[in-house]
């Protein structure tokens, strides 16, 4: 058995145990709102409007960041053998297992080559 495969196999299960899917997940979402829901620029000086603007800008953001965990709900209701959490950690795991495999065999590889 070759070891970097048995490196990489370590690497996905560590990195499937110990990663915190929520705190990714509500990242996610976070990053997905400020592409969802654009800022109402500039307008009008008064203090007043600008307060009024920054409420709407924060109701759409709830109502938005609402919709999107329903749809996770809803998604998990619908597929419960593939979670969203599962799905994160299965990608956490592979990135870590691709990582630590890529750099045994560059590492391995750059000093047992002959020219």
Do not use: C
Request: glycine residues 6%; aromatic residues 14%.
């Amino acid at each position: 058995m070759e070891a970097s495969f048995v490196l990489g196999q370590l690497a996905f299960i560590y990195a499937f145990n110990k990663v915190k899917p929520t705190a990714i997940v509500d990242k996610m979402i976070e990053i997905a709102l400020d592409f969802l829901v654009p800022g109402k620029g500039a307008g009008e000086s008064n203090w007043w409007n600008r307060g009024w603007r920054m409420i709407e800008e924060q109701a759409d953001r709830t109502s938005k960041e609402l919709d999107i965990r329903a749809d996770l709900r809803r998604w998990d209701e619908e597929f419960p053998f593939f979670h969203h959490e599962l799905i994160v950690r299965y990608v956490a795991g592979f990135f870590a297992s691709t990582i630590v495999m890529t750099l045994y065999n560059e590492l391995r590889g750059g000093r047992s080559r002959k020219r």
